[in-house]
């Protein structure tokens, strides 16, 4: 069965600081799909990013970076520079393999609360 | 480019009524799916559909019932709710795979 743990329920920084939220994941599948949403206040999922499991290449955009690491089945996400907006909770997810629409199902961590602080 | 339309935003609902939540989305999009969202679970899948046709469905019991109609819109249906069924309900549409889900802002559910 698939699985996504992050284990940081809850992370409060001062602005400015850098922040790295954690994901582990579980999968049986050769190819999988792992995803990075935000849920500020207003309550709908922000897409932030899409990576498969043939690509390992970290990704850099902006002041969000990721690293992806299948060797410790892991897809952590770095805010640098954090700022009061980030402030959100953020998900990390796991799909089987996709079909030409996309996702069938997305299985999701239990989300870290992240606050920053001016 | 309008977004995933969820209505209603908020309802309130008495044990034992059911309740239709509706969803609009994105123009072009023909997969739908549906989660739901609760302190103590979490986010679980209930169900997605693609071109009217249910492909996958979550581990809830049959009073969460879904269906799409031929313009992808879509309905998720709860009958006789329980107070554990208060929660948002959130729905998400799918252009293709390069893209992932867009959500819509969700229907908050309270069960009174």
């Known amino acids: 069965a698939q699985k996504v743990t992050q284990a940081q329920t809850e992370i409060s920084v001062v602005e400015k600081e850098d922040v790295t939220l954690d994901c582990v994941y579980e999968?049986?599948?050769?190819?999988?799909?792992l995803f990075w949403y935000k849920q500020p206040p207003s309550g709908e999922l922000v897409f932030l990013i899409r990576?498969?499991?043939?690509?390992?290449q970290n990704e850099i955009s902006g002041r969000y970076s990721w690293n992806f690491q299948k060797s410790t089945s892991s897809f952590n996400f770095t805010i640098t520079a954090s700022q009061v907006v980030d402030s959100a909770v953020y998900f990390c997810?796991?799909?089987?393999?996709?079909?030409?629409?996309?996702?069938?199902?997305?299985?999701f961590g239990q989300g870290t609360r992240l606050t920053i602080n001016p | 480019k309008a977004g995933v339309t969820q209505t209603p935003r908020y309802l309130i609902k008495t044990r034992g009524q059911q309740v239709t939540l509706s969803c609009s989305p994105i123009?072009?999009?023909?997969?739908v799916s549906w989660y739901q969202q609760t302190p103590g679970q979490g986010l679980q899948f209930l169900f997605e559909?693609?071109?009217?046709?249910?492909?996958n469905k979550g581990n809830f019991p049959g009073r969460f019932s879904g269906r799409q109609f031929s313009n992808s819109r879509s309905e998720m249906n709860v009958s006789t709710l329980e107070l554990g069924d208060s929660a948002l309900y959130l729905c998400?549409?799918?252009?293709?795979?390069?893209?992932?889900?867009?959500f819509g802002s969700g229907t908050r559910l309270t069960v009174v």
């Open positions: 999968t049986r599948d050769t190819t999988y799909y």
């Open positions: 990576r498969n499991s043939f690509d390992e």
């Open positions: 559909y693609f071109s009217e046709t249910q492909r």
């Open positions: 998400a549409s799918s252009l293709d795979k390069s893209y992932g889900y867009t």
């Open positions: 123009s072009g999009h023909r997969s």
């Open positions: 997810a796991l799909s089987e393999a996709m079909t030409e629409e996309g996702a069938q199902k997305l299985v």
